[in-house]
């Protein structure tokens, strides 16, 4: 059991580590909780959410088909059905997938828990004022969190699917493409953006401990663009229009991420002064 520590007790390092054990099995066993009630969810997950983006009616493609109607443009959006097949290909392909996309809904489902649980470990190495923030830097990174996974489903994932369904180096040569690529190319895009959404939060400890100021922020502003740029180029299809949608939210958190940056420096600085 994890040792029962009494107010102002030092801990030694093996405590700490005794102590961050049972923090990683609390939330391993939050994680595999959730992905049990995945895993006997298996028709939902699969035929509605895994692969809706998938089909010719996914609500993306529909706002999109709306939007380039209206302003005359041809995006590619408006279908009826995306031209290939998924398939497996291994004789435990279908299980695999079944378990290791359980596992990354479970993280998902369970990620507020898992931030609790970070929190109550660094927890006791924070004032009493700061530890008053608790449920909302819970509510926050959570929040931030699930923002991303939204918009990595519903943009960056029907966007790459779109593309790369549809493109052909030839006519011969048919898009039928195996299980593990498509829900490889559904995580990769939901947990990144997922992750990325927790930029302000990142910023703000960094911040915190005099890592990162708002005027480094300000000034590497330009470089961080490209970087967006850059970034959004590698986890979209390669057109102009995909890369400035997922770029303009990013860039709009880096903005954010300055605001929360100038006003936490604000703060130590005055800390600083009334302790001199």
């Not at 009630?37 to 999109?64: E, R």
């Not at 005027?215 to 740029?229: D, E, I, S």
């Amino acid at each position: 059991m994890a040792k029962v520590k009494t107010p102002n007790e030092e801990m030694s390092f093996l405590d700490h580590l005794e102590d961050l054990r049972w923090h990683l099995i609390r939330a391993t066993l939050a994680i595999v909780i959730a992905a049990t009630v995945a895993f006997l969810a298996k028709g939902f997950i699969f035929d509605v959410l895994l692969f809706g983006p998938s089909q010719g009616d996914f609500w993306t493609y529909d706002i999109l088909c709306r939007i380039t109607n209206f302003v005359g443009v041809d995006g590619g959006f408006c279908f009826q059905e995306l031209p290939f097949t998924i398939q497996s290909r291994t004789m435990g392909g279908q299980f695999a997938a079944h378990i290791w996309v359980s596992i990354t809904a479970g993280f998902i489902i369970a990620f507020p828990y898992v931030i609790y649980e970070f929190w109550k470990f660094v927890a006791p190495a924070m004032k009493t004022n700061e530890k008053s923030n608790a449920r909302g830097f819970i509510f926050i990174s959570s929040l931030l969190f699930f923002l991303g996974v939204l918009f990595g489903y519903y943009v960056i994932t029907p966007l790459s699917i779109n593309f790369l369904g549809k493109y052909q180096v030839s006519e011969l040569v048919l898009n039928e493409f195996d299980i593990s690529s498509y829900i490889s190319l559904v995580r990769a895009s939901v947990l990144a953006s997922g992750l990325i959404f927790e930029l302000p939060i990142i910023i703000f400890f960094l911040t915190k401990v005099g890592v990162i100021t708002p005027q480094f922020l300000r000034t590497y502003r330009k470089y961080a663009l490209v970087l967006v740029l850059i970034f959004s180029a590698i986890i979209t299809p390669p057109d102009i229009v995909s890369q400035i949608i997922v770029a303009i939210p990013v860039l709009v958190l880096y903005e954010i991420s300055i605001m929360i940056s100038a006003i936490v420096f604000k703060r130590e600085e005055k800390k600083l002064r009334k302790r001199v």
